[in-house]
């Protein structure tokens, strides 16, 4: 297995910034497709945004402009730097990764989440 494991959630206010990280064994986002979902309560898990191995970028609507992704491969590191939080940004961040070169092919190892909530 692959372990990750996410960092850098909290309580922030409406309009704040953060910086998730998930740190994985290995050189694992040399070749892995990596990427970031959501899930708030009462709701179903939703994909947030993911890079390839290739450093293709992809970003759900409702993150579009505020979030972005990146990797540093030498530290074994998947962040997410967030902007302009809003209150709907509330939920608990979970890190993945896949085998293969993008998330959409599959997902294969999650992180066990860091909880974002943002205050009004």
């Known amino acids: 297995q692959v372990p990750l494991v996410e960092s850098g959630g909290g309580l922030v206010q409406a309009g704040g910034s953060l910086r998730l990280s998930c740190v994985a064994s290995?050189?694992?986002?040399?070749?892995?497709?990596m990427g970031w979902f959501r899930q708030a309560p009462g709701k179903e898990r939703e994909f947030v945004a993911r890079?390839?191995?290739?450093?293709?970028?992809a970003y759900a609507d409702s993150v579009k402009g505020r979030f972005t992704i990146s990797r540093d491969n030498a530290n074994n590191t998947l962040y997410l730097q967030i902007r302009s939080l809003k209150p709907e940004d509330t939920a608990v961040y979970y890190c993945?990764?896949?085998?293969?070169?993008?998330?959409?092919?599959?997902?294969?190892?999650w992180g066990q989440g860091t909880q974002v909530t943002v205050s009004s």
């Open positions: 993945a990764a896949s085998r293969k070169a993008t998330i959409i092919m599959g997902v294969d190892y």
């Open positions: 290995g050189r694992t986002l040399s070749t892995y497709g």
């Open positions: 890079i390839s191995g290739g450093g293709t970028t």
